[in-house]
């Protein structure tokens, strides 16, 4: 049986349009997806009010989702909180798990959580997969029975856009995307660039799928889009829907 997904990233309530995101909501209930893959990025500044705002709109679709966090989704402005318990906001408005999983008997989607709480240095807003979140997202790709489709769900890229070839990467990307091939993912869902970009590497056996920013108007040149994908006969189909101002097409 074929399950539809879309992909959305980069949200930035606090920062949003509205009028991309009651199109989007009109998009998405004529589309009906089975599953929201939500990669991050859900506030602009992890305030209260955005968060809030944010699940109001996630809530509201009626659609089952699973979402991992962004570097805008810890305080950039209460640093004690930050450092001791950076999540604690995430955990009370979107859920206990910054890395939840979802399974069924056609897809099997593992979030991965690649924001950081702070590093030896001035941007912040840099990801890494570090040792044991890997070994976490391993753990549960192991325990998965062989039959669904694999995705994995984080908000830094692992690889450059073709439109920013020299963007930064996720820290530790490589090692990753090994254990993710070894591990039979088909597809990695990222966002973090606000800019599109769907690729296969590793012979083909795995595509990386970065969506631009949903909803905000933090553009960078790009309009606001996401990737609807369908996945079917253990195959994955990405099609890039794109806002273009009257409303949404196919890339």
């Known amino acids: 049986m074929a399950r539809r997904i879309a992909h959305l990233s980069?949200?930035?309530f606090g920062a949003h349009d509205p009028v991309v995101v009651a199109?989007?909501?009109?998009?998405l209930a004529e589309w009906q997806p089975d599953l929201l893959a939500v990669s991050g990025d859900l506030t602009q500044g992890a305030r209260h009010s955005e968060f809030i705002a944010a699940m109001e709109f996630l809530r509201g679709l009626?659609?089952?989702?699973?979402?991992?966090?962004?570097?805008?989704?810890?305080?950039?402005?209460?640093?004690?909180?930050?450092?001791?318990?950076?999540?604690?906001?995430?955990r009370f408005h979107v859920g206990p798990e910054t890395e939840p999983v979802f399974t069924d008997a056609e897809v099997a989607l593992v979030g991965m959580n690649t924001a950081r709480r702070a590093g030896f240095y001035?941007?912040?807003a840099r990801g890494r997969v570090s040792r044991s979140r890997l070994a976490a997202a391993e753990a549960h790709l192991m325990a998965l029975p062989p039959g669904p489709f694999r995705i994995i769900v984080a908000h830094h890229p692992f690889?450059?856009?073709?439109?920013?070839?020299?963007?930064?990467?996720?820290?530790?990307?490589?090692?990753?995307?090994?254990?993710?091939a070894r591990l039979k993912v088909g597809l990695v869902l990222t966002g973090h660039l606000h800019l599109g970009d769907v690729r296969p590497v590793r012979d083909g056996a795995l595509v990386l799928a970065q969506a631009g920013s949903a909803?905000?108007?933090?553009?960078?040149?790009?309009p606001n889009a996401y990737n609807r994908i369908e996945v079917e006969d253990g195959r994955a189909k990405v099609t890039p829907r794109v806002w273009y101002g009257d409303g949404?097409?196919?890339l």
């Open 10 to 12: 980069d949200l930035h």
């Open 23 to 27: 199109s989007f909501t009109q998009e």
């Open 62 to 90: 009626r659609i089952p989702f699973l979402a991992v966090p962004g570097n805008h989704d810890l305080s950039p402005y209460n640093l004690l909180e930050r450092f001791t318990d950076p999540y604690r906001r995430w």
């Open 122 to 124: 001035l941007n912040w």
């Open 159 to 180: 690889q450059a856009p073709l439109l920013k070839p020299g963007a930064r990467l996720v820290g530790n990307a490589e090692p990753a995307l090994a254990a993710f």
């Open 215 to 222: 909803t905000s108007t933090r553009l960078r040149g790009t």
């Open 248 to 250: 949404w097409r196919d």
